[in-house]
């Protein structure tokens, strides 16, 4: 694709300047990998299934002034709105991913949380992003989180609203994890009829232990891309994630995991429940790097189905260049145990009841994931909630 071709794509997007003045050089390396890419279609492999191109195609426009980012308050935290190029961009993966590359190419400032060496957070921090966008409406916002070393924080990310159907969040969060820090990220995506696409690049450091847990409970479309690169020994890491999917919805959640050096564990659980004419797609990979001896590597899909016009697409992949590894994948979809129903059912619960038991149980393996029990307790309200919007 041509430079003219990546100034069509960002003038069509934006009326005036293209992007603002600051982080000149992610910027123009943003707009080169979207004139040699473009905006991935139906064509390219990890979108066979996701069609986000067609919002771009009926005619979106960049608004800069919605979808900013709240946050709670937080002793010890530090937390600002930056423009230092020498920081955000450099984990490089607007040169990796085309709607990573669209956000660096428009994002505005970008919010940095930053956890001093040595500090231990005892306070949760909770950030909210309220998405109320109109028709064909497009926005990009940016996060930072850095942990240095010897640091530890817990963290919850809300997306909310009720964005129109053609309109488009586009999010990026980069992450650095400094040596034997620990941090515990919540992702929780409620955007009514909306768009959500994200991208969450991790980086770890050695002896450090990241968990993330993702929980997708509305949104017409939403597209979570999460890539994880273990580049230091003795990394933990566990990655998780919940969706319910009715109908006319579509959740696509991509994972890549990067054993880079031995001696790390990635734990990786996705589970789903389907409705209606709802799709879903899993595509988990976990690549062990020839260096990465004695790697650990788990990862498992599990779906239910309670139509039958229901869509799962799952792909686990492993790619293992070491000989000294403990790795395994699964993937399962299918539909409740009738037996467990009809045993449920005779002990007095009505089919409802019993099928909300067993769907809450098969979600309780990711939820427990989540150390805040206040959260826990949101999330498992909401659950039922959905429920009984799908059983209705």
Not at 205 to 225: A, H, M
Not at 235 to 246: P, Q
Not at 285 to 306: C, E, M, P
């Amino acid at each position: 694709m041509s430079e003219a071709m990546t100034t069509s794509i960002l003038s069509d997007l934006v009326a005036g300047p293209k992007s603002p003045a600051t982080y000149k050089v992610i910027r123009s390396e943003a707009e080169g990998f979207l004139a040699e890419n473009g905006i991935p279609s139906k064509k390219h492999e990890l979108w066979k299934y996701t069609n986000i191109k067609r919002l771009f195609d009926n005619g979106l426009h960049f608004v800069s002034d919605k979808c900013s980012i709240s946050n709670s308050k937080v002793s010890g935290l530090e937390i600002t709105w930056s423009d230092d190029e020498k920081l955000i961009g450099s984990s490089g993966i607007h040169s990796k991913e085309a709607h990573a590359a669209l956000n660096t190419a428009l994002f505005g400032k970008a919010m940095v949380v930053r956890v001093k060496k040595g500090t231990h957070l005892e306070e949760e921090l909770v950030l909210n992003q309220v998405v109320d966008l109109l028709e064909n409406e497009f926005a990009a916002t940016r996060l930072f989180i850095v942990l240095e070393e010897n640091a530890s924080l817990k963290c919850q990310y809300h997306f909310l609203g009720s964005g129109a159907e053609s309109s488009l969040l586009n999010h990026t969060t980069e992450v650095l994890v400094g040596k034997n820090a620990r941090l515990e990220l919540n992702f929780v995506q409620e955007v009514g009829r909306g768009n959500l696409m994200t991208t969450t690049e991790v980086s770890c450091e050695r002896d450090t232990n990241f968990t993330t847990n993702c929980i997708q409970l509305s949104g017409k479309l939403i597209r979570n891309n999460l890539n994880i690169r273990l580049k230091g020994e003795n990394v933990e890491t566990h990655l998780n994630g919940f969706y319910m999917i009715n109908s006319n919805e579509l959740f696509d959640n991509h994972t890549h995991v990067d054993h880079l050096v031995p001696h790390c564990d990635s734990n990786e659980t996705y589970r789903g429940i389907l409705s209606g004419n709802a799709t879903g797609v899993f595509n988990g990979k976990v690549f062990v790097h020839r260096d990465a001896q004695k790697t650990n590597g788990y990862q498992s899909n599990n779906n239910i189905l309670l139509s039958d016009e229901a869509t799962m697409n799952s792909k686990p992949e492993l790619e293992i260049y070491a000989d000294d590894v403990r790795c395994s994948h699964g993937s399962t979809t299918g539909q409740l145990d009738e037996e467990a129903v009809f045993y449920l059912r005779a002990r007095g619960l009505d089919e409802f009841g019993a099928t909300a038991l067993l769907l809450t149980a098969f979600a309780s393996e990711v939820l427990n994931s989540i150390s805040n029990e206040e959260l826990r307790a949101i999330l498992e309200e909401k659950i039922q909630a959905k429920l009984k919007e799908m059983h209705a």
